[in-house]
């Protein structure tokens, strides 16, 4: 009995181990999508648009499309790998979630100056927009490098 209960923990835990690699794929095709799509064929922009946008099947999509349930995997997984491709030369996306990363410490940043003014701690703004200059400048000089 303790082996069974063991069994069905370990499968639920790799089931939701799936599920989550599944949604952290989706996540991320559609953040690729959303900056490279347009550089897809029409036909793969379509697919990928109805696969992960609108969450159909590969077989709901062959119905419209009227191609065979394999024609649109072919296609779908040629698309993501020219999607992985673009990001991989150009790195827009990982660009992006970076400066999205550095600008959430900004705001953190003045919140912790809002809080020295209130409390009358003038001493640490300095040190505050120091950070924030120099992470403003280093988002500047990574939009001036090229791959």
Known sequence: MYYKIQSVKFIALHLIDMVILMFEKAV???????FYGKLLSDRQYT??????????SLSEIGEQLNISRQGVHDILKRAEKRLLNYEEK??????????????????????????????????????????????ALDILDNDQEVK
């Open 47 to 56: 697919i990928i648009e109805m696969y992960y946008i609108h969450d159909l």
């Open 90 to 135: 150009l790195g827009l996306v990982k660009k992006f979630l970076d400066d999205k990363d550095k600008i959430k410490v900004i705001l953190k940043q003045l919140n912790l100056i809002k809080d020295d003014l209130k409390l009358g701690r003038l001493e640490n703004i300095n040190s505050h927009v120091i950070d924030i200059e120099n992470i």
């Open 28 to 34: 991320k095709m559609g953040l690729l999508f959303d």
